[in-house]
């Protein structure tokens, strides 16, 4: 079951988060959150100008109402249709790039691994939290973003829990 977010400028240029709010939060209080993982997509309708060659991830205002999401749920990576791309979308919104047409999103490097470390910090103590003990899944979300991560390091993070 796909569950979806709608966006619109009025939304972005407010920095209104209810879309996201009316979706998420009877997620929440229906108790089960697990099972909505992966499930979640983001539609954004956002009117540009004609002649704007801008990506949305580009646009200032669509990665602030971003930054202004991951502020109220900054574990919201665990809802989003990773297969979809909305993992990879959301980072972009979230970590400076650069966008070329021949090989897409470039990441700047040092800025995704501050991202990716914190959503792992986040998510490991998020998902201990809701009694969803498995680190396969933020080996997946590292791995989506490129990287590889110990064993090790989880161990080390479990023992902090």
């Given at each position: 079951?796909?569950?979806?977010i709608?966006?619109?400028?009025d939304?972005?240029?407010?920095?209104?988060?209810?879309?996201?709010?009316?979706?998420?939060?009877p997620?929440?209080?229906?108790?089960?959150?697990?099972?909505?993982?992966?499930?979640?997509?983001?539609?954004?309708?956002?009117?540009?100008?004609?002649?704007?060659?801008?990506?949305?991830?580009?646009?200032?205002?669509?990665?602030?109402?971003?930054?202004?999401l991951?502020?109220?749920y900054?574990?919201?990576?665990f809802?989003?249709?990773?297969?979809?791309?909305e993992?990879?979308?959301?980072a972009?919104?979230l970590?400076?790039?650069?966008?070329?047409?021949?090989?897409?999103?470039?990441?700047?490097?040092?800025?995704?691994?501050?991202?990716?470390m914190?959503?792992?910090?986040?998510?490991?103590?998020?998902?201990?939290?809701?009694?969803i003990?498995s680190?396969?899944?933020?080996?997946?979300?590292?791995?989506?973003?490129g990287?590889?991560?110990?064993?090790?390091?989880?161990?080390?993070?479990?023992?902090?829990?």
């Open positions: 079951m796909t569950i979806t709608t966006l619109n400028n939304s972005i240029y407010s920095l209104d988060v209810s879309p996201a709010l009316m979706v998420i939060e997620l929440l209080q229906a108790g089960n959150i697990s099972s909505y993982e992966q499930q979640l997509r983001l539609e954004i309708n956002y009117e540009q100008e004609e002649n704007d060659p801008r990506e949305l991830s580009e646009i200032p205002e669509v990665r602030l109402w971003f930054v202004r991951d502020t109220k900054p574990w919201v990576p809802l989003l249709d990773w297969k979809a791309g993992l990879s979308r959301y972009a919104m970590v400076p790039h650069q966008f070329s047409s021949k090989e897409g999103i470039q990441y700047n490097p040092e800025a995704l691994e501050i991202f990716l914190h959503k792992i910090f986040i998510l490991s103590d998020w998902l201990y939290q809701q009694n003990v680190p396969s899944r933020l080996k997946s979300l590292a791995q989506i973003l990287y590889e991560l110990d064993d090790a390091f989880f161990e080390m993070i479990e023992k902090t829990n």
